[in-house]
Structures are given as structure tokens and as C-alpha cells.
């Protein structure tokens, strides 16, 4: 492919990417409206989570240069390699005119975390874990960054929806294993709850998992003052998400959807 052809493709691609970014963007923007007129309250803030998953540097880039700065992944090595890419590609002419990267891009891990992963994922400094699903990974996780003098904010996973295939806490354990992790553990920051949405085509048991799991959530902002962070929703329920009182989705494949 010519260097013509190489730039027509290029304008094209940041062209629907920023297209699809500037949608969701109204979308989560009426989602909120809706959600806040339900609650009686304003104020209501979403951040937005590209999920990364799959997609190549080049649009991670564009929806960089169209304003995207929080990333999420799914996997450690992925989280380390993209990480490295992207910030080495917008490095390059003509993007290095851009905000340094390394200090605007937020990475997120919303994965299954495996013990044995632990010291890795430190090393990259996620702006958060999403995925905490066991007491067992908490206090772990903790002894880590104890080691290393640092405080890692984290979510807890709940298990909304009651489904096998599904890590993270019952809807009936979430607040006491909550409760248990805070008491015992000074590094680790849970600073709030993640769910996945209910698999299934009946949204209406979709919207009642995340009804479920902000009830949850309510009940512990009531206890802690900290407690600060709902993340739930995804690319074909974010909006239901976001109705129902999430402050922050993870959406992949509708950002980069041709």
C-alpha cells in the first residue's frame, strides 16, 4: 500500500472512531440525564472505559487523538504490551505533539486476576483493578503492595446474577466480605463494587442485576465515605447501566465497530 493509500486509510479510521466515541458520549449523556431525573439529584459523573480487548494499536491511537484517555484490559501481559506500544506509536511523528501518554492514559485491568499475575500487573501501576473476586486475592494483593509502600485502588466483583460462569462475590456475601477485606487489609483501597450484566436477552433480568448490585453499593456508601465507584455495563447494556445508577462502563466493541 502506497503512502497515499497508507493516509486515506489512516483519516478514515480516526474518522469513524471519533464518530463512534462522540455517540457513545451522547449516549451515556441522556443515559445520565434519564438516571438523575429518576434519583431527584445532578451532578451525576460516568467515566467511560474502552476496553482495548482485540483491537490493534493503530485504533487505540485514533481514539486516543479523538479524546479518549481511560483504557481497560483484560489480560497482564496485553495491559503491558499495549501500554508500551501505544505510548512508543504516539511517541512517533506526527502524534508526538500530543499529551505525553504515559502521563494522561489511565489503565484499568477488569480481567480475572491470578495470583501469580499480582507483581506483574503492580509493575505497569493500574489506576485500578476492577476484578476482585476472592478474600484470598484481596489479602494477597494487600501483602503486595505493603511490600512495595504503595496503595492500590481496587473494586470488588459481584456476582450479580447468580451465574456459574461468572467470578466474583453472591449478591448475599458482597458487604460482609467487603467489611472483612477493609478491616484486614491497609494497601488495598476498595473503593466500590464491579458487576457484568445478567447474559441473557431478557433485559429486564439485565436491568435487575444491576438494580441488585447498586442496592449494594447504596449500603456502602452509607457506611464508608469513600466508597465512590459502580462499574457496570458494557457496549450492549450500558445504558441500562447507567439508568440504573453506574458511574462508570467498560465499552469495547462499540467504540471500534465499523
Excluded at 472512531?17 to 445520565?32: F, G, K, P, Y
Excluded at 460516568?46 to 483504557?71: H, P, W
Aim: glycine residues 6%; positive net charge.
Amino acid at each position: 500500500m502506497d503512502k497515499h493509500a497508507q493516509n486515506t486509510q489512516e483519516r478514515a479510521r480516526q474518522a469513524r472512531i471519533a464518530s463512534n466515541l462522540a455517540l457513545i458520549t451522547r449516549q451515556i449523556d441522556a443515559a445520565t440525564e434519564r438516571y438523575q431525573a429518576k434519583a431527584g439529584i445532578t451532578g451525576h459523573k460516568v467515566t467511560l472505559i474502552a476496553v482495548s480487548k482485540y483491537q490493534d494499536i493503530e485504533s487505540m491511537r485514533a481514539l486516543y487523538l479523538a479524546g479518549q484517555r481511560a483504557f481497560g484490559e483484560n489480560r497482564v501481559q496485553d495491559l503491558r504490551q499495549k501500554a508500551s506500544e501505544l505510548q512508543e506509536n504516539l511517541a512517533q511523528p506526527p502524534y508526538q505533539a500530543a499529551p505525553k501518554p504515559q502521563k494522561s492514559i489511565k489503565w484499568h485491568f477488569i480481567g480475572t486476576l491470578q495470583r501469580n499475575k499480582i507483581n506483574h500487573l503492580l509493575a505497569l501501576s493500574p489506576t485500578l483493578i476492577h476484578s476482585i473476586d476472592s478474600i484470598e486475592l484481596a489479602l494477597s494483593l494487600d501483602e503486595r503492595c505493603k511490600a512495595q509502600g504503595r496503595i492500590q485502588p481496587a473494586l470488588l466483583q459481584v456476582n450479580a446474577a447468580s451465574e456459574p460462569s461468572k467470578h466474583g462475590f453472591s449478591l448475599e456475601s458482597t458487604c460482609d466480605a467487603f467489611a472483612h477485606i477493609r478491616a484486614r487489609t491497609s494497601h488495598l483501597r476498595l473503593q466500590g463494587l464491579m458487576t457484568i450484566g445478567a447474559h441473557t436477552q431478557d433485559i429486564g433480568a439485565v436491568v435487575e442485576s444491576f438494580a441488585r448490585t447498586k442496592a449494594l453499593y447504596d449500603t456502602l456508601r452509607a457506611a464508608y465515605s469513600d466508597v465512590e465507584t459502580l462499574s457496570m455495563g458494557m457496549s450492549g447494556d450500558f445504558m441500562h447501566a447507567i439508568e440504573q445508577g453506574a458511574n462508570m462502563v467498560r465499552i469495547g466493541s462499540a467504540l471500534f465497530k465499523d
